[in-house]
């Protein structure tokens, strides 16, 4: 089983940029296909973004479409999240999981996903 870190949240403004990190341990990370979750009190844990083991192929919610990136490097055992054009609702605690084992490419639903992170915290302000 992997485990994950997240680094990289913050304050920003809104408009503004952020760059997650999700690292993790274990030397079979590059087998692993990755996806980003948000969570903000009171709500569902809500998808944001997936990429596959090697990078070739990515989805992301309609919601981030056209301003976040998910992308890895699997020599440092890292997925990264580009957030750009920040919005107020972007405001949430950001996890790194991955797909369990009988997963298939394309779930949106956080019950279908492990091997949680603690989560890092990105707060958008006006």
């Known amino acids: 089983q992997v485990q994950l870190v997240e680094s990289g949240g913050g304050s920003v403004q809104a408009g503004g940029s952020l760059r997650l990190s999700c690292a993790a341990s274990?030397?079979?990370?590059?087998?692993?296909?990755m996806g980003w979750f948000r969570q903000v009190p009171g709500k569902e844990r809500e998808f944001v973004a997936a990429i596959t083991w090697s990078g070739g192929s990515t989805y992301y919610a309609n919601s981030v479409k056209g301003r976040f990136t998910i992308s890895r490097d699997n020599a440092k055992n890292t997925v990264y999240l580009q957030m750009n054009s920040l919005k107020l609702e972007d405001t949430a605690v950001y996890y790194c999981?991955?797909?369990?084992?009988?997963?298939?490419?394309?779930?949106?639903?956080?019950?279908?996903?492990?091997?949680w992170g603690q989560g890092t915290q990105v707060t958008v302000s006006s």
């Open positions: 274990g030397r079979t990370f590059s087998i692993y296909d």
């Open positions: 999981a991955t797909p369990l084992s009988n997963t298939g490419w394309g779930s949106r639903r956080s019950a279908d996903f492990g091997s």
